[in-house]
């Protein structure tokens, strides 16, 4: 679909036309769902965050400026309701002693050898803290300044939370390998 027939739908929905809405909604359904799906603990979670972002994408649509990506917009809304959420769901203290993986080294061809889907499985395994913020900082790009604003933490437990969920992932990668490698030999 061509930026010009997107704008198209999304005057339709400015004016109320429910076609324009689900024509919109089945176009970025995949994506968004594949955003939410990253900061989720498990698909009925990322179902829940995608619904409430486009709950928000139609009744804010007037707000969209044309003269940018609709894209570039409608994910920017998704990443912040899946934020939102990790924020109405913290009941415990946010700030984490900062600690550094250390001596944990994961084959280079171990990473390569990974599908899309099953890093996605890896990160959706850690906490929520954890799961957050590694997904602002490293496939969002938010600085950590700008993590500890949307979250409410100190940047040092932005940074505290990105070191421990990469060290987590490493041990993930560090198990598959060692399982692999048994099933080649074994």
């Not at 968004?32 to 900061?39: E, M, Q």
Request: charged share 25%; with cysteine.
């Amino acid at each position: 679909m061509t930026e010009q027939q997107i704008n198209k739908l999304v005057e339709g929905c400015r004016s109320g036309e429910r076609s324009s809405q689900e024509r919109l909604y089945a176009h970025f359904h995949n994506y968004a769902l594949t955003v939410c799906s990253r900061y989720a603990a498990s698909s009925d979670e990322a179902k829940e965050v995608l619904n409430d972002a486009f709950f928000k994408i139609f009744t804010k649509i007037d707000r969209y400026n044309p003269d940018y990506s609709f894209k570039g917009w409608l994910h920017r809304i998704v990443v912040n309701t899946a934020i939102d959420r990790y924020r109405s769901q913290q009941n415990h203290p946010r700030h984490e002693e900062l600690s550094y993986a250390s001596g944990v080294e994961v084959e280079t061809e171990v990473i390569e050898k990974l599908t899309q889907e099953e890093i996605f499985k890896m990160v959706a395994h850690l906490s929520p803290a954890y799961r957050t913020v590694f997904n602002m900082f490293v496939v969002d790009g938010f600085s950590h300044a700008e993590i500890a604003e949307k979250l409410g933490i100190t940047e040092g437990a932005s940074k505290s939370n990105l070191s421990k969920a990469r060290m987590q992932l490493k041990r993930m990668l560090m198990t598959q390998d060692n399982e692999s490698g048994r099933r080649m030999h074994g």
